[in-house]
């Protein structure tokens, strides 16, 4: 029987690299980066990030800091992918921010700490214009605000 649970960490594992590699190409590729491109400037060699890209290899959380750094994207966003990190409160909005290849990591910073003020004012209830049921948002609040 412990064989049979070795097998299926084992793959566990694997399929994590390989979801890890796959997203890797997927940000590189949207990026309109090449893998030697993005080796230099992660500081890792061609065949490595090569195999990382394959799922034969798992990276560290420090390599995978550097690839981050060489797609411009938050390192947050791969540890999650990776399952170092759980997924932040906030969902796919945050996920998308985060992840987002044209933000610097500042703007990606202001606006998370924007989304967060507004979903704690709404969990409050410190506000008088809470969105309507129909799905107003706070450009509505803010729109009412003005009037």
């Given at each position: 029987m412990p064989r049979k649970l070795d097998k299926s960490i084992d793959e566990a594992?694997?399929?994590l690299g390989r979801d890890?590699?796959?997203?890797i190409r997927q940000q590189r590729n949207t990026a309109?980066?090449?893998?030697?491109q993005l080796a230099k400037l992660a500081g890792v060699s061609n065949p490595y990030?090569?195999?990382i890209e394959r799922g034969l290899r798992k990276?560290?959380?420090e390599i995978l800091q550097q690839i981050a750094k060489g797609l411009r994207i938050s390192a947050e966003a791969l540890y999650v992918e990776a399952g170092i990190l759980e997924q932040r409160e906030g969902g796919a909005l945050a996920d998308a921010i985060v992840t987002a290849p044209?933000?610097?990591?500042?703007?990606?910073?202001v606006l998370l700490d924007v989304y967060e003020s507004f979903r704690r004012e709404n969990t409050?209830?410190?506000t008088g214009d809470r969105p309507a049921a129909g799905g107003a948002g706070p450009a509505a609040a803010t729109?009412?605000?003005e009037e």
């Open positions: 594992v694997a399929d890890i590699g796959e997203y309109k980066i090449s893998l030697r990030l090569s195999q990276p560290s959380a044209d933000l610097t990591e500042r703007q990606k910073q409050t209830g410190k729109q009412n605000k």
